[in-house]
């Protein structure tokens, strides 16, 4: 589950993969998040993250576990 702080403005799904795109307070926990959900593994970003006020924007690329 990500945090209330966290605001998804896309999500990509294939077939091994999932890509987030959003914004949210502090983006680097949401690694360690993904990673330990059992959904995902291997999250990382896939661009630099940028501040937009008082929020970064982020992109982040896992792959998704088999069966999930």
Not at 1 to 30: F, K, S, Y
Not at 47 to 65: D, H, L, Q, W
Request: no cysteine.
């Amino acid at each position: 589950r990500l945090p209330n702080t966290v605001w998804l403005g896309n999500i990509e799904v294939a077939e091994d993969a999932v890509q987030l795109q959003g914004q949210a307070e502090a983006a680097a926990p949401l690694l360690g998040l993904l990673d330990n959900s059992g959904v995902v593994s291997g999250a990382a970003f896939s661009g630099s993250i940028t501040r937009n006020e008082n929020r970064e924007v982020f992109r982040i690329r896992a792959n998704r576990k088999a069966g999930r």
